[in-house]
């Protein structure tokens, strides 16, 4: 069966720091990936998506990057974290069609200090 | 452009009533609905969803939604609430057109004992 891995499942960070987060996933092949953004416990923020190795396309300009170096890893980064980066981080994949639906990771709650 | 609203910030029910969780939903072609739950500070879960067929769909934890075409709607039911229903409700839509899936806002949902 497919299982989502993200990790750090918390994470506090100074002002100005970097930022990785990582995300895997196991059980299948060729999966689509997202980073969102959950503000306030509501609503999602597409931040990248990924259909492939090393294609990542943004969904807002912003202080954060995105990577996929192997077909079932994407990372997320942050060269200098800024407070307003504080949020909960998801990580999702779907198959390449989507038709499915996403399966999310258990987040990451980011607090920038 | 799809797009979906969830007109609710917050439903409230009494444990064994029945509950509805509205959605709308705007998109160029054919839609495909999806209904999603989040406990706290946890990633998002499948419930449903509506591809194509039967206007009635069924899901998980007792679930169902009610695709109606012509109200551009799909609303989430459960005959008989639990106060374990308690959690924030997302519904997303996504159009044959576009690679990819729009959250809504979300609902909470209170569940009282």
């Known amino acids: 069966s497919q299982t989502i891995h993200q990790w750090p499942a918390t994470l506090v960070q100074p002002v100005g720091s970097p930022l990785s987060l990582e995300c895997t996933v196991e059980?299948?092949?060729?999966?689509?990936l997202y980073w969102y953004r959950q503000a306030a416990g509501r609503g999602l923020q597409l931040l990248f998506y990924?259909?492939?190795?090393?294609?990542i396309s943004s969904e807002v300009p912003q202080n954060l990057s995105a990577s996929r170096p192997q077909d079932r890893q994407f990372i997320l980064s942050s060269k200098k974290l800024l407070l307003s980066d504080s949020g909960f981080y998801l990580c999702a994949w779907s198959t390449p069609g989507g038709w499915g639906g996403y399966t999310f990771g258990s987040g990451t709650r980011l607090t920038v200090v | 452009a799809q797009s979906v609203a969830q007109p609710e910030d917050q439903v409230n029910v009494a444990e064994g009533n029945p509950l509805t969780v509205k959605c709308t939903y705007s998109v160029s072609g054919n839609p495909y609905l999806f209904w999603y739950v989040q406990y706290p500070n946890r990633g998002l879960q499948f419930l449903l969803k509506y591809i194509t067929g039967d206007n009635l769909v069924k899901g998980s934890y007792g679930f169902e939604a009610e695709f109606n075409k012509s109200q551009t709607s799909f609303h989430l039911k459960k005959p008989s609430a639990l106060v374990s229903d308690s959690a924030l409700y997302f519904c997303?839509?996504?159009?044959?057109?576009?690679?990819?899936?729009?959250f809504g806002a979300g609902t909470r949902l209170f569940v009282k004992a």
């Open positions: 997303a839509v996504r159009d044959i057109s576009s690679f990819k899936t729009i």
């Open positions: 059980g299948t092949s060729n999966p689509n």
């Open positions: 990924s259909v492939g190795i090393g294609q």
